[in-house]
Nanobody, 116 residues
Framework: QVQLVESGGGLVQPGGSLRLSCVAS????????MGWYRQAPGKQRELVAD???????NYAEFVKGRFSISRDNAKNTVYLQMSSLKPEDTAVYFC??????????WGQGTQVTVSS
């Protein structure tokens, strides 16, 4: 079973930046699609961005131009660089690993709060 551990969340003022990290255990990371999702109180979990094993990237419309996803296969780590943060970005951010149809796992989440 793959373990995913997120870090980097916290409290930031509007317009600020944060970088989230997610470290995965095991040996399938480099062959997996990695994604960042978020869930705000009372709302459904939604995709923020994902990156395939080949480096193809998808962003949700609401983060284009502000967030950047990247991965370091040597470190089994995926990052989410968040800039120009808005109060509506406040949510718990979750890391996801998808390995074909064989495995779909989630981290425990990290809280991001954007407030003055």
């Amino acid at each position: 079973q793959v373990q995913l551990v997120e870090s980097g969340g916290g409290l930031v003022q509007p317009g600020g930046s944060l970088r989230l990290s997610c470290v995965a255990s095991g040996s399938i990371f480099s062959r997996s699609t990695m994604g960042w999702y978020r869930q705000a109180p009372g709302k459904q979990r939604e995709l923020v961005a994902d990156i395939s094993s080949g480096g193809n990237i998808n962003y949700a419309e609401f983060v284009k131009g502000r967030f950047s996803i990247s991965r370091d296969n040597a470190k089994n780590t995926v990052y989410l660089q968040m800039s120009s943060l808005k109060p509506e970005d406040t949510a718990v951010y979750f890391c996801n690993l998808r390995y074909f149809s064989l495995y779909d796992g989630w981290g425990q989440g990290t809280q991001v709060t954007v407030s003055s």
